[in-house]
Structure formats: C-alpha cells, structure tokens
C-alpha cells in the first residue's frame, strides 16, 4: 500500500498513514501510555514468553498454556473475554505482564478500545486527526477492530471499508460476516459500490 501511495503522490505519500490495527493500537499506546495506565516504556511480549508467563502464572503445562492462550485470544478477539474471568486466571495473568511492564499482542487492539472508550476526549481528538479512514480486507475484521473503528470515526464520519463478504465465511481469526451488515447500519450513510469484474 505505501508503495502505490508512494507512486501515486511523489511529493506527499508521507503524510498518509498507512498501519495494520495492531500497529495502530501500538502508536495509540505509546502515545498515551500514561492515561491506559501503562509504563512509558512497556513493550510486546512474543508469543513464546506470554506462554511462559500464563505456564508459571497460572501453573500450567507448557502445552496447556499454549492451549489457554489460543483459546483466550479467540474471545477477546469477539469481545468475550469475560468468559474466562470467573477463576481468575485472565486476573494472574495480567498481572504477571504488567509487573514486567509488558503487553501481549491482543492487547494492542483491546486496550486501545479501552483507551478511547474512557477518554472521549482522546477519541474526539483521534476524529480530527484521522478525519478520513479506509478499511481494507474488512471481510478479515474481528469484533475488537470494529470496535476500534466505531470509536475513531463518528456515524457521519469519512469511512471506506474494502472487502469481500464472501471471504468472510472462512471466519479468519474471528471475522464474521456481520461486520457488513452492522457496518451499514452504523454509517448509514455509506454508499455500496460493487465492482463485478476482476482486473487482475
């Protein structure tokens, strides 16, 4: 994408962002680590060391934290974490990433949802910042990036979502073909275009 930007706009292509939503939770957070109650200086664990943490925090096998990990990953991605918080394991989890000043990778989308959720201020300023947002492959969208992109445009805001909803029966890591539907009752607003041939 920041080539063809880069190709279209010679002279400008820079002053576009071009991020994935987990990059963009990233710069959220850092931005504002101090308001999502963050360490300035907090960092992304890997996949390898949350495992490692939920193995010891939560005195699991090696094999049955992956598993736990995997399994909590895929409901928060739908918005369901709260699913695993009665035993308190999501509890000692946490804690045991926080005290390490570290975030996993599910954490860049949910507490940048948090953030802005908490700060409307902060999600009125992102609205001025990034006054128009393109979605591409939001056939690949989960209920925590919808979320995300609820808070950064307002109903009557500028938004292109790009995608396909046939693609979205494979249910990619939580997408759900919902996401269409509800999209367009959100920004009712929003004109559909279809494009019918391939120029590939």
Request: a neutral charge; one cysteine or more.
């Amino acid at each position: 994408m920041k080539e063809r930007l880069r190709a279209l706009l010679p002279d400008g292509w820079e002053r576009i962002p071009v991020m994935t939503f987990h990059a963009l939770g990233y710069r959220l957070l850092r931005e504002h680590a101090e308001r999502a109650g963050l360490p300035p200086e907090f960092r992304v664990a890997g996949e390898a060391e949350c495992a490692g943490l939920a193995q010891d925090a939560l005195a699991m096998t090696e094999r049955q934290a992956r598993r736990w990990q995997e399994g909590r990953s895929a409901l928060r991605r739908q918005g369901a974490e709260t699913e695993l918080a009665a035993d308190g394991q999501i509890t000692r989890y946490r804690h045991a990433l926080r005290e390490r000043g570290l975030l996993d990778f599910d954490d860049l989308i949910g507490l940048s949802v948090e953030l802005l959720a908490r700060h409307p201020d902060l999600a009125a300023h992102c609205r001025q910042r990034w006054r128009w947002v393109s979605v591409d492959e939001f056939q690949d969208i989960d209920e925590r990036q919808y979320c995300l992109v609820k808070l950064l445009v307002p109903p009557d805001g500028n938004v292109c979502a790009i995608g396909d909803p046939d693609q979205a029966i494979y249910g990619f890591r939580g997408t759900d073909v919902r996401f269409f539907r509800q999209f367009m009752q959100d920004f009712a607003g929003a004109r559909v275009v279809r494009l019918s041939r391939n120029y590939r």
